[in-house]
């Protein structure tokens, strides 16, 4: 208890602002390359022992990986309850898609092998990627409404109402931010086929990495010139209260703010980082991937989508979710969490369990590290 009191009500907050950005990142950063495997699986396999290889490098560890979605999405129920209720009901339909998509991918592993008919296998290629693809897009998409603020208010009974539709997310900024997710996570994922593959295989994913890698950067500076230049953010306008109520019509809140969303560039430099890291870790991974550096050049490209990802936290913080129709309903960190007693409960918990994920996760990838061949997947009796 002498911790539960050292730790404040502020601090706990930072500190689970944090460690969702930590989960974010570490879902992108891993299940990210599954992602960009799955849609790359068309384009870089031409007959079915080609499939099964692309398929087999991811087979092992996709669901180990996915642990990360399912941490995130718990961190957010427990520690950013308005977050949570937000989201589903805003963002339920494409959610849905999301959920239906990535259900593809453990169907997709199982059956796809099941017969010998091309049709049936072909079928099950697409819908894994449809599972590869249709994720990674809609996730970008969703990062790019919440830059530009969601329809929603609360009542003064702390209703929350959500006003906008399902086409409205898809709106022009929305689609550039899920092309840029896209981008990054095809060139993650061709980055790891080049790793984990070899031959033609392993060749044509590392032209069309490269030509991912360029996508991300082009598409990440337009998007940065858009946010700049045509898109005002927010801007808290009253005083915060970091150990106040979780109640987010307390405060007030201003928009129409040029520049808001690189305030904290301005003021704190250091948050450069992330940005020029998304940058730097993309234009590395096409020198890498040119190079044939297969080690290196995943973890250039893991640290391009670490830090494309953080710059939007970076950016907006002290908001988490900006509402476009009633300014003080934008859920912050200082006003949208859970209690200080499930925060300091969660951080333990985090503190005992995170380590045993990271330590079996490295176990895994250890066992299963190397490349995986045509004869692995004609004669193993465990391949995909």
């Known amino acids: 208890m002498i911790l539960h009191t050292l730790l404040d009500y502020d601090v706990l907050r930072v500190i689970w602002w944090l460690l969702l950005g930590v989960l974010l990142v570490g879902f992108a950063v891993t299940d990210g390359f599954d992602l960009g495997v799955g849609s790359l699986l068309p384009f870089v396999a ?17 669901e180990g990986n996915q642990v990360w979605l399912i941490l995130g999405g718990g961190a957010i129920f427990a520690a950013w309850p308005h977050v949570y209720a937000m989201s589903f009901a805003g963002f339920y339909l494409a959610m849905f898609a999301t959920l239906f998509a990535l259900i593809l991918r453990p169907v997709g592993f199982k059956y796809r092998s099941k017969q010998e008919s091309a049709k049936w296998r072909n079928t099950w290629d697409w819908a894994l990627f449809v599972g590869g693809f249709v994720p990674a897009l809609i996730f970008g998409v969703a990062l790019g ?23 409205g997310l898809l709106n022009p900024f929305a689609l550039l931010a899920g092309l840029v997710s896209v981008s990054m996570l095809v060139m993650h994922g061709g980055a790891w086929l080049a790793l984990k593959t070899e031959g033609t295989v392993a060749d044509r994913s590392r032209r069309c990495a490269s030509i991912a890698s360029v996508a991300t950067v082009v598409l990440y500076a337009l998007a940065g010139v858009w946010l700049w230049s045509s898109m ?16 987010p019509l307390l405060k007030n809140v201003a928009s129409g703010v040029a520049g808001a969303w690189f305030a904290n560039y301005r003021n704190h430099s250091w948050t450069m980082l992330a940005p020029a890291l998304g940058f730097a870790g993309a234009l590395l991974a096409l020198v890498g991937l040119r190079a044939r550096w297969e080690g290196i050049t995943v973890i250039f490209s893991g640290l391009s989508v670490a830090g494309i990802v953080l710059s939007v936290g970076a950016s907006m913080f002290p908001f988490i979710v900006p509402s476009s129709i009633d300014l003080r309903s934008s859920l912050t960190v200082w006003d949208a969490s859970s209690s200080h007693l499930t925060l300091f409960v969660m951080l333990v918990c985090s503190v005992v369990f995170v380590p045993l994920i990271l330590a079996y996760t490295a176990w895994v990838y250890r066992v299963m590290w190397g490349k995986v061949r045509p004869r692995d997947v004609t004669h193993g009796d465990h391949a995909y």
């Open 232 to 247: 005002s953010g927010y801007q808290l306008i009253s005083p915060h209260v970091p150990n106040g109520p979780s109640n």
């Open 145 to 167: 409404n919440v830059l530009q603020g969601v329809p929603f208010y609360y009542t003064g009974d702390m209703r929350m109402v959500y006003q906008g539709s399902f086409l």
């Open 46 to 62: 031409r007959n079915d022992v080609e499939r099964r290889v692309v398929i087999n490098t991811v087979g092992p560890v996709w």
